[in-house]
């Protein structure tokens, strides 16, 4: 990419291009730029080209960050709280940009889109139950690890062949389960649980509640 050098060397012609004061205080054709430009004299193009270039440079920058799929570290910062959506620790620019602009463009307020937005953690695609299931085991709970749809072996149990499944927790002790879902993952890592559970709260309904099983295969 060029710089304002060539430019503003054509606006004076009457002067020597290549005399030392004019190369160091108006504009140096020639001069080559630090690899990290944190000031206007870190350019080397004399002290005016310099501030000019400086400014273009800062111009272009400023323009990107006003573009979500442009923007960079505190810039793209603004867009998630315009939208209120935070930046998870240690989440790249990629990964938050890429959230925003899902949340963004996507259909919300429905399961369908909140597996949708939840899928690319999960092995399998997830499942969303909202209707109250009874629990086969009530001391066996849903954070636990456990092998899904397997069933009891012991022949001279009561339970002989029923299949084991978590205890499901409840929205409250009574009948509703209208405002309340469970959201069934599979093999979810560590590292993506937090990821999962901001961008459910940013799909769901406002007032709905629900949980997030996690199934170990």
Same mark, same amino acid.
């Given at each position: 990419?060029?710089? &304002?050098?060539?430019?503003?060397? !054509?606006?004076?012609?009457?002067?020597?291009?290549?005399?030392? %004061?004019?190369?160091? %205080?108006?504009?140096?054709?020639?001069?080559?730029?630090?690899?990290?430009?944190? @000031?206007? +004299?870190?350019?080397? /193009?004399?002290?005016?080209?310099?501030?000019?270039? *400086?400014?273009? /440079?800062?111009?272009?920058?400023?323009?990107? =960050? %006003?573009?979500?799929?442009?923007?960079? $570290?505190?810039?793209?910062?603004?867009?998630?709280?315009?939208?209120?959506?935070?930046?998870?620790?240690?989440?790249?620019?990629?990964?938050?940009?890429?959230?925003?602009?899902?949340?963004?463009?996507?259909?919300?307020?429905?399961?369908?889109?909140? +597996?949708?937005?939840?899928? =690319?953690?999960?092995?399998?695609?997830?499942?969303? #139950?909202?209707?109250?299931?009874?629990?086969?085991?009530?001391?066996?709970?849903? !954070?636990?690890?456990?092998?899904?749809?397997?069933? #009891?072996?012991?022949?001279?149990? &009561?339970?002989?062949?029923?299949?084991?499944?978590?205890?499901?927790?409840?929205?409250?002790?009574?009948?509703?389960?209208?405002?309340?879902?469970?959201?069934?993952? *599979?093999?979810? =890592?560590? =590292?993506?649980?937090?990821?999962? #559970? $901001?961008? %459910?709260?940013?799909? @769901?309904?406002?007032?709905?509640?629900?949980?997030?099983? +996690?199934? *170990?295969?």
């Amino acid at each position: 990419m060029g710089n &304002i050098t060539k430019k503003f060397n !054509s606006y004076l012609p009457f002067f020597d291009h290549n005399d030392i %004061v004019y190369k160091s %205080v108006f504009c140096d054709k020639d001069g080559i730029p630090n690899n990290t430009i944190k @000031k206007p +004299i870190d350019l080397n /193009l004399g002290a005016i080209a310099s501030l000019l270039e *400086y400014n273009r /440079l800062l111009t272009i920058q400023l323009i990107d =960050q %006003v573009y979500l799929n442009k923007a960079k $570290e505190k810039y793209l910062d603004k867009f998630g709280l315009f939208f209120d959506i935070k930046r998870i620790k240690n989440e790249s620019d990629n990964e938050y940009y890429l959230r925003i602009k899902n949340y963004i463009f996507s259909h919300k307020v429905s399961p369908a889109s909140i +597996i949708d937005a939840v899928k =690319q953690y999960s092995s399998r695609l997830p499942k969303i #139950i909202e209707e109250r299931l009874d629990s086969a085991f009530s001391d066996l709970s849903f !954070s636990d690890y456990y092998t899904f749809n397997t069933r #009891i072996g012991d022949p001279n149990s &009561i339970y002989y062949q029923w299949y084991i499944a978590p205890a499901i927790a409840s929205n409250s002790g009574d009948d509703s389960t209208a405002f309340y879902f469970i959201l069934q993952m *599979y093999n979810l =890592q560590n =590292q993506d649980i937090i990821k999962v #559970i $901001e961008i %459910v709260n940013e799909w @769901k309904a406002s007032g709905v509640g629900y949980h997030i099983e +996690i199934i *170990y295969e």
